[in-house]
Every structure is written in C-alpha cells, then in structure tokens.
C-alpha cells in the first residue's frame, strides 16, 4: 500500500499513546507504563520519583514496627496505610510510575527489615502476622501499581 491508501507512516520512537497502541493490538511497552512515555526521562520526573521512593521506605519501616507492637489493629492499619500510599502516590504523580516508585521504597525497607544480623538481631518475628504484613503488603502493591489508572479527567 502506497501512503497515499492510508497505510501508516514511520513514527518516532515513543510518539504512539498507550491507548493507541492497545488500540492497534501492541500492548504498551515498560516506559509508557511507567508514565515516561511522550517526554521520556526527566528531571522533573526524578526530583517527584525519588521523594516517593524514600517515603515508601519511611512507610514500611513504620509499618513493620506498627504491626508487630500492636496485634492485630497494627497490622490493618500498616496494610491501610500503604494501600493509601501506593494509590495516592499513583494520583499524585498522575503516572502508574508514582504507585511503583513507593511501592519498590516500600519492598526494599521491608525485605531490609527481615534480613538476619550475625548477632541474632531481627525486626520481624517468625509469627503469622509478619509473614501477613510481608507477604500481603507486597501483593498489596503489585495490585495497587498494575490496577492504577489515570482518573478521565486528567487526560
């Protein structure tokens, strides 16, 4: 087909929206979900990224010590209180990379917090609670940075 039957034209790289590309039967690619699509990195991007980031590690560390000191309402509100992270930070970036940018702050503190010093020291318990608020918080965040959408009226 010549282009003058319509057939489609060469783009630049990273021009094409997600939509029109799930539109057009090729899934989006790592950095339009991220939210890096149409600008590509940016400074703006890092100085937003990396605060989440840190707060997703405060987040987890308070949350691990919340749920062990306070069985079981420690635990709900740790889970509660990262759902609420994860989501607003997913709104406040308006990009899905805000969701996983405190999700992976959040992950790294918390898998941090389980590891073993040589003295025997340990923040996290061998109990079921712990495993809940591990294992559940991470499901938690994976669910909350794939499920995350831009809201309609943001574009």
Excluded at 34 to 61: D, H, N, Q, T
Excluded at 98 to 106: I, K, M, N, R
Excluded at 121 to 141: H, I, K, Q, R, T
């Amino acid at each position: 087909m010549s282009p003058a039957q319509g057939a489609p034209g060469p783009r630049p790289s990273g021009a094409t929206p997600p939509r029109a590309q799930a539109a057009a039967g090729r899934p989006p690619s790592a950095a339009q979900l991220l939210g890096f699509s149409g600008g590509g990195f940016s400074a703006r991007r890092l100085v937003l990224y990396v605060p989440l980031f840190l707060l997703g590690a405060v987040v987890g560390v308070a949350g691990s010590l919340l749920q062990a000191a306070w069985f079981p309402g420690g635990l709900l509100l740790a889970l509660v209180a990262a759902v609420g992270l994860f989501t607003g930070s997913g709104r406040v970036a308006n990009a899905r990379g805000g969701a996983v940018s405190t999700a992976a702050g959040w992950m790294l503190a918390v898998i941090l917090l389980t590891t073993t010093r040589p003295e025997g020291d340990f923040v996290f318990a061998a109990g079921g609670g712990s495993y809940l608020f591990l294992l559940g918080g991470m499901a938690l965040a994976v669910m909350c940075a794939t499920i995350w959408r831009p809201s309609p009226e943001d574009g």
